[in-house]
Every structure is written in structure tokens, then in C-alpha cells.
């Protein structure tokens, strides 16, 4: 991504708060593993995921998918082009907890076509670390 200190964040771009990738999600996808770069709370992890989604970054979104549920592989499809991330509703999911729910709704564009994918995520955390775990 050119210019990423500039740019608002791709979790950020239907956000009033129009923060950075830079201030945002980055140091997430920079430091995976590192304890100091973890993300503190389950929208936190959502939000880096779907900006992974949109940066292409696979590698974070397998390390960040929980083992029971994790696929061998994943290819992302190169025709989507992500417009944005709606929070809806979060349950659970604070810097103290365990395990979070996650309502949200990811805005694309194929060719001419828009849509959006809703969806329910469950995330559990495990020594200090939240994964993606399903849908429900
Ligand atoms: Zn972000």
C-alpha cells in the first residue's frame, strides 16, 4: 500500500474516526505474534483481518484463524475489491475476556456488482491472543 501513514486504514473507511493504517491495523499485521502488537479486544482482530482481507495479507489471516477451524489453505479472490467495514454489534470481546461475538457487514464490489457480506463471527482469546474461530 503506497503512502500508508496518509491513507485511512481499510477498516476505517466507512468510520468517522478515519484513522490511519499507520495508527490502526498495521502494527497488528507488522508484529504478529508479538505480544506488545496484539490486538486487545475481538472487534480489534476483525477489523485487522477484514484489512487484511483488502492488503491481500493470507498469512495473517491463517495465523489469526483459530486451529480447529483454520483451512489448509486460502485463496482470496483477486475480482473483489473491498469498499468497506460496518461494525454492527459487538458481544462480549473487551480487553479482559475470553471470548467476543462480532456482528459485521463487509461491503464489496465485483465488476459492476456491489454487495455486502454480513456476518456473525465468534473469536476466542488463548494465552493473551484472539483468533477468529467461526460463524454463527
Ligand atoms: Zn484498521
Known sequence: MQNSKETSCPCREL???QRSYA??????????GNLMTLPDTAEELMRSRYSAFVLGLRRYLLD????TSRPNDLELDSQMRWL?????ATRAGGATATRGVVEFEAHYSIGQNRGSQRE???FVRENGAWFYVDAL
Open 15 to 17: 468510520d468517522a474516526t
Open 23 to 32: 495508527q490502526c491495523c498495521q502494527a497488528f499485521h507488522d508484529g504478529r
Open 64 to 67: 489469526t484463524w483459530h486451529e
Open 84 to 88: 468497506g467495514l460496518e461494525i454492527h
Open 120 to 122: 456473525v463471527s465468534s
